[in-house]
Structures are given as structure tokens and as C-alpha cells.
């Protein structure tokens, strides 16, 4: 496998931990973002927050995980848009910091990109015995994380309920929804209460 990552997020110890740990992680820093939360900044923040989550969702919608190889929805611009749409989430609740941390912004891009570059590769060598040479056109034709055209006769505009409901997708809708509802209560009340 070609390695292109610095090889530390391709430590199985490192993997496991993050795959298990990813939603207390993801609470912790809405912990950690609540209490510097800025108010002006709420719409912005939801507004790409719910960018990355549609692409989640409509990715949800386009995917029959390892039992097709799906070139159609956000796959016919992009190999992994479902990663792409994810950077987006909790960029969107960072940038409920201000301007002033623009920093912190280059850091979570900057890992982000880390760690799913080293977490597609795996993949790939996971899906190309399965689908072989289709997989390898496929590859060949359309960018790993940077949208492009849609490939010429492939369905852009699919949504496919059943695969949406088998995808979790509403359970993750949900999940982002709350997270925003509790930081926005908070950054609009609750700080007001704590100084008041």
C-alpha cells in the first residue's frame, strides 16, 4: 500500500481509539467550544455546518456500502465526498470562535486531512479486490477528495430512501441537530445567566 500520510494515523492503536472515542471527542470539544462561543457567529457556523451535513445525508442516500460500487449522487464528483461533507460539521461549531481563531482552523484542517488520507488509502486497498478494474476507471477519473465535474451519464440527482434509512442517516441528522440546538441555547442564554 502506498504510503502518503506521515504513517501515525495508520497506527492500528491510534485507529482503534479514534473510531471508538470519536463522539465523546466530538462532545468534548462542543465542551470545550460552548463557553467562547460567539453569538454573531451562530448563523455562519450553522450554515456550514448543515453544508457538510447534507452532503453526509445525501451521500447516505447514494451508498449500498460494499455491495455496489456506487458512482452516482456526490460519487460522480468525488470519490470521497462523505469525508469532505464531515470536515465540514465541526468546522462549522469551530467557527463559532471568532476570527481570531483562525488558527485552530488551520490545525483541525490540517490533522483532518491526515487522518483521512491515511484512512482512505486503507480503504481503497479494502475496495479495490472487490471491485477490480471498475474500481480502478473509477479512480483513474475522478479526484480522491477535491470535487470535479460529474462523470458524463452517471445519475448526479439520486436520493434513494431505502438506502438512507439503512445508512443511519436521520440518527446522524439528529445528532448534529441537537448539538447545534445545546450550543445555541447556551451561547444565547447560557452565558447570559452565568453573568447575570
Not at 506521515?6 to 470539544?29: T, Y
Not at 472487490?130 to 439520486?158: C, E, Q, S
Amino acid at each position: 500500500m502506498k504510503q502518503t500520510s506521515d504513517g501515525l494515523f495508520q497506527h492500528p492503536g491510534l485507529r482503534s481509539f479514534l473510531v471508538k472515542a470519536r463522539k465523546p471527542l466530538f462532545l468534548l470539544v462542543l465542551l470545550l467550544v460552548a463557553p467562547f462561543a460567539r453569538a454573531d457567529w451562530l448563523l455562519a457556523g450553522f450554515v456550514v455546518s448543515m453544508i457538510g451535513e447534507f452532503i453526509q445525508l445525501w451521500c447516505f442516500a447514494s451508498l449500498d456500502k460494499n455491495s455496489t460500487l456506487t458512482i452516482r449522487g456526490p460519487y460522480t464528483m468525488v470519490r470521497n465526498p462523505m469525508y469532505l461533507g464531515r470536515f465540514f460539521i465541526p468546522f462549522g461549531f469551530l467557527m463559532l470562535l471568532g476570527p481570531w481563531w483562525w488558527w485552530l482552523l488551520l490545525i483541525y484542517t490540517v490533522v483532518y486531512w491526515k487522518y483521512m488520507d491515511a484512512r482512505v488509502e486503507r480503504e481503497e486497498a479494502h475496495l479495490q479486490p472487490i471491485f477490480g478494474a471498475p474500481y480502478d476507471d473509477y479512480r483513474a477519473k475522478v479526484r480522491r477528495f477535491v470535487p470535479g465535474w460529474p462523470l458524463a451519464g452517471k445519475p448526479v440527482a439520486y436520493w434513494n430512501w431505502a438506502l438512507f434509512a439503512q445508512n443511519n442517516a436521520g440518527r446522524n441528522l439528529m445528532g448534529t441537530l441537537l448539538a447545534w440546538v445545546a450550543v445555541a441555547a447556551w451561547t444565547l442564554w447560557g452565558t447570559t445567566a452565568l453573568r447575570g
